[in-house]
């Protein structure tokens, strides 16, 4: 991996964390305004409030619009993120109050007032951009009071909302929006309607400091009483991990103290018994497993997502997806990934040729499909869904045209130059013992030893010890829920990493104990198998956790989550792996093989 340390991607990688790092320093730096000042104030997106991906441009509804429609020039990471601002219908000048001012009268078609009591009845909700501030705020209401029957539930829409803005001197610190319940529009008849919508302004002065002003958004995470949760989750991980390492290192060291005292003796008394477990298989444990091209493209792809995952924690520690920084995680990710790929075309190739392949070519094009081909099949899918729905979710043909050309430009050639360096790397495999030319015959095994088995007993603990951040971080990516505290997310991950290390050794050991040598395939399986049990906790989470609804946010849940497990039983399948090597070879290395 020397190869890479001075390579142009990590120069670039480099500077892109510098920049979103002095990013959020020199924020502060902008923002200010005189009184009278206009202060930029952009309407973004509506939708169903449980149904998170399915958000439409703001004027899809028949909202008051201005005379002159302005779209404002996004980043990457806000497209990806479903973020589509336009010039808002409301003027709120800093440091102006206006009460009850009108933004239009407007005679409702029979046909708009049915397409807002369907919003209404779906709980829509709108969002805008205040000076950079979200605003959040419903569109209309139900009346279920004192009505049994659904048919008899009256549907309001409001028609006048109340801006409660703070500033401090020359800046902005907060802004809420208020829907005035008083004032409303019938929509429950099929009938046209007038509606004459308005807005009212109220300043208030605040000793708040600019610098403080994302804290309120962050707050809502570090309560006490949610942090007493994450806490006692990473207490309970805490527990499974040490109790799982103590039992595992108690039972592994004894075991293995016995094998070593039993095959380290003198040779005569060697030869009056037959060698059992795992010594007796010394000649095949090295034996290189079958598919060897997309083991070794597994292992390269798995490593790249692990290298990302960590990029990711370091970015977020430092403060750079402070909240509602509209699309930095996803600029992030595209740009961290395709500067990254390097990494699976060295680790793959490397590994590859180290497995005596003679096909290098073909194992780096199957390293760079092995992830990024699934995914660009998911989005193919969902971005017609959302193409259908024509919901914000569907990005622009410019924007697929500036992904494709990251990963023809950057991230294919850093893959070949990867695969180039792995290949001229001959490094050879460290094998302490020599295989033999044919395989010994594994014994019939109980049908716990098979690989289903194994691979759910090795999924649950690393699962067990994540399960209660599992819920936070989906109520913060599939719902509203705000998620800052990244510290004890780090932690966490690192517990995931121990657990599934350790249980995937212990697993490899009995594996081995019980004279089965095909140990190479079965460790990355059960390394990754935490992924298939998350996948299975996305099916709890939707059903009972959630009040997701519908084809599209249904399609979007499950198949952006599959992705996302998939990722990680690459990433998770490759620490399983590496773990098992380092303990294989250790153990070998320990006795004499002849």
């Known amino acids: 991996m020397r190869n890479f340390g001075n390579s142009p991607a990590f120069v670039i990688l480099g500077v892109f964390i510098l920049s979103c790092v002095s990013h959020v320093r020199s924020d502060a730096s902008d923002h200010r305004y005189k009184e009278g000042d206009p202060v930029p104030l952009y309407a973004n997106k509506?939708?169903?409030?449980?149904?998170?991906?399915?958000?439409?441009?703001?004027?899809?509804?028949p909202f008051c619009s201005p005379d002159h429609v302005k779209e404002k020039k996004e980043a990457l990471g806000e497209v990806l993120n479903g973020d589509r601002l336009v010039s808002a219908p409301y003027k709120l000048n800093f440091k102006e109050e206006k009460d009850s001012s009108v933004v239009c009268k407007k005679k409702l078609s029979k046909d708009e007032v049915v397409f807002f009591r369907k919003a209404v009845e779906k709980d829509y909700y709108f969002q805008m951009y205040y000076d950079d501030l979200p605003i959040w705020g419903f569109i209309g209401k139900v009346d279920k009071e004192g009505k049994a029957d659904p048919s008899e539930y009256k549907y309001y829409l409001y028609k006048h909302i109340q801006f409660d803005v703070l500033y401090n001197k020359d800046r902005v610190i907060e802004i809420s929006a208020r829907m005035d319940p008083h004032l409303l529009v019938d929509l429950t008849e099929d009938k046209e309607v007038d509606a004459e919508f308005m807005y009212t302004v109220k300043w208030k002065e605040t000793d708040t400091p600019f610098e403080k002003r994302m804290e309120r958004y962050s707050?809502?995470?570090?309560?006490?009483?949610?942090?007493?949760?994450?806490?006692?989750?990473?207490?309970?991980?805490?527990?499974?991990?040490?109790?799982?390492?103590?039992?595992?290192a108690t039972i592994l060291m004894r075991v293995l103290k016995n094998d070593f005292i039993k095959y380290g003796q003198d040779e005569e008394a060697a030869d009056d018994q037959e060698e059992t477990g795992w010594k007796y298989i010394h000649g095949d444990v090295f034996r290189f497993p079958k598919y060897k091209s997309l083991f070794a493209a597994a292992l390269g792809s798995g490593t790249q997502l692990f290298t990302l995952t960590v990029f990711i924690f370091m970015l977020a520690l430092v403060g750079v997806f402070y909240p509602y920084n509209r699309g930095a995680l996803f600029t992030a990710l595209v740009v961290i990934y395709a500067l990254t790929s390097g990494i699976a075309g060295y680790v793959a190739t490397s590994f590859y040729c180290q497995l005596e392949?003679?096909?290098?070519?073909?194992?780096?094009?199957?390293?760079?499909?092995?992830?990024?081909?699934?995914l660009f099949l998911t989005f193919c899918f969902l971005n017609t869904v959302a193409i259908a729905y024509s919901a914000t979710a569907a990005l622009p043909f410019g924007t697929i045209v500036v992904i494709v050309l990251i990963w023809t430009l950057v991230t294919s050639p850093l893959?070949?130059?990867?695969?180039?360096?792995?290949?001229?790397?001959?490094?050879?495999?460290?094998?302490?013992?020599?295989?033999?030319?044919?395989?010994?015959?594994?014994?019939?095994?109980?049908?716990?030893?098979?690989?289903?088995?194994?691979?759910?007993?090795?999924?649950?603990?690393?699962?067990?010890?994540?399960?209660?951040?599992?819920?936070?971080?989906?109520?913060?990516v599939w719902g509203h829920r705000i998620y800052t505290i990244y510290s004890i997310l780090f932690i966490v991950f690192i517990i995931l990493l121990i657990v599934t290390a350790f249980i995937t050794v212990a697993l490899t050991y009995f594996q081995l104990a019980a004279e089965d040598h095909e140990w190479w395939w079965r460790s990355f399986l059960c390394g990754g198998s935490t992924g298939l049990f998350i996948y299975a906790y996305c099916l709890y989470y939707y059903y009972a956790r959630s009040d997701m609804s519908g084809f599209m946010q249904t399609s979007f849940f499950f198949g952006y989550m599959a992705c996302i497990c998939y990722g990680f039983f690459l990433m998770l399948g490759t620490v399983g792996f590496r773990a098992s090597l380092f303990f294989v070879r250790h153990i070998y290395r320990s006795i004499k093989c002849e």
């Open 46 to 61: 509506v939708g169903p409030f449980h149904n998170p991906s399915e958000t439409y441009r703001y004027f899809d509804l």
């Open 219 to 248: 707050m809502s995470s570090s309560l006490p009483h949610h942090l007493e949760i994450h806490w006692f989750s990473i207490i309970n991980s805490c527990v499974t991990v040490l109790l799982l390492t103590g039992f595992l």
């Open 357 to 374: 392949g003679t096909n290098w070519v073909r194992n780096l094009l199957l390293t760079g499909c092995l992830f990024c081909g699934p």
């Open 415 to 476: 893959l070949v130059l990867g695969g180039i360096a792995g290949k001229n790397s001959r490094a050879e495999f460290q094998a302490p013992c020599r295989t033999t030319k044919y395989p010994r015959e594994i014994p019939p095994l109980p049908w716990y030893r098979s690989a289903i088995p194994q691979m759910a007993m090795a999924g649950f603990l690393p699962f067990s010890a994540i399960y209660i951040e599992l819920y936070y971080i989906f109520a913060s």
